[in-house]
């Protein structure tokens, strides 16, 4: 319980007996993932959208990335743009915040009510749904409601009687490593959204920020309206910032008015990457009225066109809003970065965490926005020379490890998926693979990444040798395709070079190491220990780390010297002790199950190396006991970050019963299906998934028919599923030999 009395927050997730089971919004839990280290963002948005409104709390640490944790009730404000599952916090873009008196213009402290703008919310009060928030703010007693489209936000505020009310601009306060260095805030002419030199009665104001954090040059522009009049102060201040003294800075602006009692005033923030002229269009072209009611209903009525993209029917409720949840969640972003006249682009992308299952998830249910997401990573790769790793608002953060930009477009490639131009995708695949930085110019000298020379050795070196196999797999679509010799020969180096991790392999010890310049292992070593950025792994440990192989199982295989000898080093991963050695151990190894930690992206695949192996019915009872442990309808029902849709998307593929184990294969290993029936709406068609004799019992396939057909095989094509058709798998309690 917080010191002023109210209880810790519980977000309000609306039901109603009149809603449609076709109206999907109703079973999206915002709450779910907003304890723990769920780090999911928690506002008004539409899917994909540039915008996402809502609250930001004090708290600059780990747990607040998105600016929202259920522990804590404390609002700076409503910030326009906001992270969702990240490990690292930025962006908090244009906050704004109604006031009504006097006000300390900053971010402040929760020891001190008056310290800054903040305000406790009345979380007792919270409605939180897909394109909708609000809350009471208790400090002022003001009802702050806002939804969005894609690249405007719309506020109302419902007010008491004051002489004193206002809408504060916050330039000041961006994410948790954020800092602002250039801010401006100017009075604007709605007719035209230019500069308005009379400011004595202002309607409008437009300006922008620059900051650098995670994002090391992140430029946004904004225009804004109000619906009344208000008199425009802005309030300036000096500030120190990285060592970097700046005088007179406008880091807020206030808007003041006077109200009576339950008062609306509105105000609509329009958002731009390129310029206020860019806001100003944006707004012409999204919302040009004020009908707040109309705007949530679209903005709801978007959400349920694409949550409808998957319709599943199982007669638990619970799952069907962990189900329904995830999806949103994976919605989220990458995000819309562009204005609303230009070209299709996109920005934050996680590609680390995403391309192991969002990314494929994306392939089947949003084909074209997949298009579109690689035309956007082509143009990154003309703008840095390289494809993105961890791009966010027009930054290479360069954050995690790997060439994971690589492996959706290959995986784009071989799915046949159109629409942009696959030889420049390949070249741009074959340059970002060639640079000799980050690592991959040891690794060319070596064949492997020393861990003397370079940390994190391991980790890069078999993510590099993951997107290596990608790549290859793409050049040899292409070669087959038209039979240009460059493809041909890129694939075979590539797919020779995606082994590298076999030099890492101790047969002795059988794990996955470090191995330095004179090609000794490490000499102290446990699978158990980990030390965040300063050992050989990334967010992991050698148990972890030794299955880090998705693209060259059986390669894996013959490191252990037999199947039998890997699955039994496999099962040992499960029933390993659940610890992690080390004073600084990474908080992302977590969702223990032995030494499978489902909290992070590098053992996702892992259970289902199974299937792969000849033993389905194990993947059968991993899956259906990480669905039924790891995920929950609660606030910490995530088992680790969001990570921008990957911990969501593992749980939208294996509960329709399959996981794209191998990038840019094309094939989807199947597992244990959760629903009585789903249906896919893809490219081409509808793919309906129909189990029978489903229940948590009946978890182990028996047989299956693909259109009729009976199918005897351990996977499913995607060519199969983006044309449409019906997979019927019947299910049991006992293991079966199916294929």
Sequence with gaps: MKKHGFLLPVLVFLTGCCRQETDLTQYVDTSIGTGGHGHVFVGANVPFGLVQLGPTSIPQEWDWCSGYHASDS?????????????????LFDITVMPVTGEVTYSRGHEEDPRSGLWSYADRSEEISRPGYYSVPLIRYGIKAEMTATNRVGLHRYTFPA??????????????????????????????????????????????????????????????????????????????????????????????????????????????????????YAN???????????????????????????ILIRTSDEDTKKIFYTALYHTMIAPSTFC?????????????????????????????????????????????????????????ETNCMVGNPGIIPVADAIVKEIGGFDKDKAFEAMKASAMRPDRGQDLRME????????????????????????ALALAAEKLADESGIVK??????????????YRHLFDPSLRFIRGKDSKGEFRKEYSPFA?????????????????????????????????????????????????????????????????????????????????????EPWKTAEKVREVLSNLYSSKPDGLSGNEDVGQMSAWYIMSSLGFYQVEPASGCYWLGSPAFDKA?????????????????????????????????????????????????????????????
């Design 74 to 90: 404390t609002v700076i404000g409503f910030s326009h743009t906001h992270l969702s599952g990240t490990g690292i916090g930025d």
């Design 487 to 500: 493809y041909r020969e890129a694939a075979e180096f590539f797919s020779s070079r995606s082994l590298s």
């Design 530 to 614: 980990s030390v965040h950025r300063d050992d050989d792994y990334c967010e992991g440990n050698g148990w972890q780390y030794t299955w880090l192989v998705p693209h060259d199982l059986e390669g894996l295989t013959g490191c252990f010297g037999s199947k039998d000898e890997l699955i039994g080093k496999l099962d040992s991963l499960f029933t390993a002790p659940s610890y992690i050695e080390g004073m600084d151990s990474s908080p992302d190894i977590s969702g223990l199950i032995g030494q499978y930690a489902h909290g992070n992206e590098p053992s996702h695949h892992i259970i289902y190396f199974y299937t792969m192996l000849g």
């Design 162 to 279: 004051s002489d004193e009310a206002a809408i504060v601009f916050d330039l000041e306060n961006g994410g948790c490593w954020d800092r602002p260095m250039d801010c401006h805030i100017e009075a604007a002419d709605p007719m035209t959204g230019t500069k308005k030199e009379e400011e004595s009665e202002v309607l409008a104001v437009r300006g922008w920020r620059h900051s650098r954090g995670w994002a090391d040059n992140q430029k946004i522009y904004f225009y804004a309206e109000f619906s009344k009049p208000c008199k425009m102060e802005i309030i300036c201040k000096d500030k120190e910032i990285w060592k970097d003294e700046f005088k007179n800075m406008p880091l807020y602006a206030r808007a003041s008015f006077e109200t009576s009692d339950n008062e609306m005033v509105m105000l609509k923030v329009a958002l731009s990457p390129t310029s206020m002229e860019g806001a």
């Design 283 to 309: 707004m012409t072209a999204e919302m040009p009225g004020w009908d707040f009611d109309k705007v949530a209903e679209d903005a709801d009525r978007k959400w349920n066109e694409e949550l409808s993209r």
């Design 679 to 739: 249906e896919i709406k893809t490219a081409e068609g509808t793919f309906t998934i129909v189990t029978e004799n489903n229940s948590r019992e009946n978890i182990y396939i028996q047989s299956i028919l693909l259109n009729g057909e009976p199918y005897a095989k351990g996977y499913i094509e995607h060519k199969d599923i983006a044309k449409g058709g019906t997979l019927k798998i019947k299910m049991g309690a006992e293991p079966a030999e199916w294929y």
């Design 339 to 395: 204005d609303a006249d230009g070209s299709i682009s996109y920005t934050t992308f996680s590609l680390w965490d995403t391309y192991r299952a969002a990314m494929p998830l994306y392939s089947i249910f949003q084909t074209e926005r997949y298009s579109d997401m690689i035309q956007t990573m082509l143009a990154i790769c003309d703008e840095q020379g390289k494809l993105p790793v961890w791009h966010l608002h027009g930054c």
């Design 446 to 469: 070596y064949g492997y990444i020393p861990c003397d020379l370079f940390k994190e050795s391991v980790a890069y070196d078999l993510e590099y040798a993951i997107a290596d196999g």
